[in-house]
Nanobody, 123 residues
C-alpha cells in the first residue's frame, strides 16, 4: 500500500484548506483511513478517521474539519475550515485493512503511513 498526501500550504487564521491522500496498491474500500498530525516537538495525534459507517474526530477539530472519501478515486480528503495557528503541523494519512472496523484514534493501530504534507497557519 502506498499513500500520497498533498494539499498543504500556508493559510491565514480563519481560512480553509483541503488535504488529499491518494491510496494505491490494494482495494481501497476495505481500508479504514485516517489523518494524523505532528507539530515540531510534539507527539503525533489523531485528527479524523473514516470507515464504512462514517467519520470520527478529535475534539480539537470537531465542527471545523470534515473527513470524506471517494472510493472511486481511491482518495480520502480532509476539509479544514476556521483554521488557527494551533493547527500548524505536518499532516499524515494512515490506513489499515479493516472492512468492518471503526477508525481507531491510536497511531499504533494503523499499518500504512504516507509522508506528511505541511500545513502552516499564520495569525
Amino acid at each position: 500500500v502506498q499513500l500520497q498526501a498533498s494539499g498543504g500550504g500556508l493559510v491565514q487564521a480563519g481560512g480553509s484548506l483541503r488535504l488529499s491522500c491518494v491510496f494505491s496498491g490494494r482495494t481501497f474500500n476495505s481500508y479504514v483511513m485516517a489523518w494524523f498530525r505532528q507539530a515540531p516537538g510534539k507527539e503525533r495525534e489523531f485528527v479524523a478517521g473514516i470507515s464504512w459507517n462514517g467519520g470520527n474526530y478529535a475534539d480539537s477539530v470537531k465542527d471545523r474539519f470534515t473527513i470524506s472519501r471517494d472510493n472511486a478515486k481511491y482518495t480520502v480528503y480532509l476539509q479544514m475550515n476556521s483554521v488557527n495557528p494551533e493547527d500548524t503541523a505536518a499532516y499524515l494519512c494512515a490506513a489499515k485493512n479493516s472492512p468492518t472496523g471503526v477508525a481507531s484514534t491510536s497511531r499504533w493501530w494503523y499499518r500504512y503511513w504516507g509522508r506528511g504534507t505541511l500545513v502552516t497557519v499564520s495569525s
